[in-house]
């Protein structure tokens, strides 16, 4: 079993950033795709990045491109998402996941409230 906790959610004005943080109970996490998705009250959970195992390849959703990063330290079994230029319609709450291929993740953890205010 491998348990997400995430991590570096809040309250920040919009055009700000933030930096998520995705810890993994284990080191076999590394072999495993990354990703963030998120769920905005009234909404459907939305894409918003994902990387492979090794860093090499990373998908970003394109309501966030060229605004956040996803990355990761296979040496810390955490992953990243840098926001930046943040937008009100970014708030939500953000969850990490991981899984063996692009679009079936089997692990989730249990998100972090992202709030931008305007």
């Known amino acids: 079993q491998v348990q997400l906790v995430e991590s570096g959610g809040g309250l920040v004005q919009a055009g700000g950033s933030l930096r998520l943080s995705c810890a993994a109970s284990?080191?076999?996490?590394?072999?495993?795709?990354m990703a963030w998705f998120r769920q905005a009250p009234g909404k459907d959970r939305e894409f918003v990045a994902a990387?492979?195992?090794?860093?090499?390849?990373?998908y970003s959703g394109e309501s966030v491109k060229g605004r956040f990063t996803i990355s990761r330290d296979n040496a810390k079994n955490t992953v990243y998402l840098q926001m930046n230029s943040l937008k009100p319609e970014d708030t939500a709450v953000y969850y990490c996941?991981?899984?063996?291929?692009?679009?079936?993740?089997?692990?989730w953890g249990r998100g972090t409230q992202v709030t931008v205010s305007s």
């Open positions: 990387i492979s195992g090794s860093g090499g390849t990373t």
């Open positions: 996941a991981a899984g063996l291929t692009i679009g079936s993740y089997k692990y």
């Open positions: 284990r080191h076999t996490i590394s072999t495993n795709i």
